[in-house]
C-alpha cells in the first residue's frame, strides 16, 4: 500500500514508521530542520517497545510523493486549512483520508474540501514527542480508533483495520467515531489547556483540589457541548476521566510539549470549539472561554518570541 503521512510530527511520523517497517511503500511531508534530519539520518524511532531507523521518502513536497492509497492526515488543527488543500496531489481515485487530530470537527472541514466518502475518523492514545529533529520518543500506548463519518463499516474500513493490525498497531473500529472524539475532548479541553497555562505535568493537577474541580466544570461543558451537537456521554464520564488520568504521573500533554518548544497552541479545537457549541445553542462555557482566553493570549505571545528569535 502507498500511504502518505501529512504532518510527520510525532503521531505521524511514529505511525508511518510503523507502516514502513510493515514493508508499505511510505513518504513522509514534513519541513524544516525535523525534514532535513529525516533526508540526511532517516526518521529515528526511540519506543518502549524497540528503537529502529527508517529510511524512507521524506519531501516537503506532497507532489514529489504522487496519489497516495491512504493518508495520514497528522497536521496541526491550526494548519489545517492550508494543509488539506496540499493534499491534491496525493488524491487518486481511491484514496482514503485517515485523519489523526486534536479536536472533533477536523474530519467534517476535510470531507466538506475532500468528501465524507473519503475520510475516516480517527482518535490516537499515544503519549509520544520529537525529542529533536528526526527522532520521536515514543514512550506509553500508541491505539489508534477509526471509523466512517456515516457510522457504517464497509470494505475499506476494514482493509485499514487489516494495514494497521499487520504493522503491530493496535487499533479499532468504532461506528460511533464521533462520539469517541468527544470523549477524548472531555480529557483534552481541561488537561492540554490546564498543564500548558500552568507547565505543569498532568499529576500536579490531580494533586490540587482546586484544579481538580476545575477541570471537572471544564469536563462538564464539554459534555453540554457534546449534547448539543447529539452525542449523549455517559454521566459518568467525568469520574472514569479522573480515573484514567491518575496513571498518567508525570506526563506532559502536547499543548504543553508546543509551548515548551515555542509552537502555535492548538486552544480553539480544544476550548474554542466548546465555547462555539454552546454558543450556537444560546449557553454559555465559562471555564473553556477563560482557558480558551489565556491560551490565546499565551499562544500569540509564544510566536512573537519565536518570531523574534
Known sequence: MRIAVMG??????????????AGHEVGFVARGKH????????????????????????????AAFGAADLILFCVKTYDMEVAAKQLAPLIGKDTAILTLQNGVDGPQRLAELWGSHRTWAGVVFIAARVERPGVIEHTAAG???????????????RRLHEALSQANIPCEISPEITSVMWQKLVWNA??????????APVQAILDSASLTALAVRCMEEVSEAAACAGIRLDPSIAAQTLRFSQGLGGFKPSMLQDLENGKPLEYQALNGIVRDVLDRHGRRAPVNETLYTLLKFLGERNRQHASSS
Request: with cysteine; glycine share 12%.
Open 8 to 21: 510527520a510530527g510525532a503521531v505521524g511520523a511514529y505511525f508511518g514508521a510503523k507502516l514502513a517497517a
Open 35 to 62: 525534514l532535513e534530519a529525516m533526508q540526511r539520518d532517516g526518521l529515528i524511532i526511540k519506543s518502549i517497545n524497540g528503537d529502529h531507523r527508517i529510511r524512507s521518502f521524506f519531501t516537503a513536497d506532497p
Open 143 to 157: 491505539k489508534i480508533v477509526f471509523g466512517e463519518l456515516d457510522g457504517t463499516v464497509g470494505q475499506t474500513t
Open 190 to 199: 481541561p488537561f492540554c489547556a490546564l498543564c500548558c497555562l500552568l507547565q
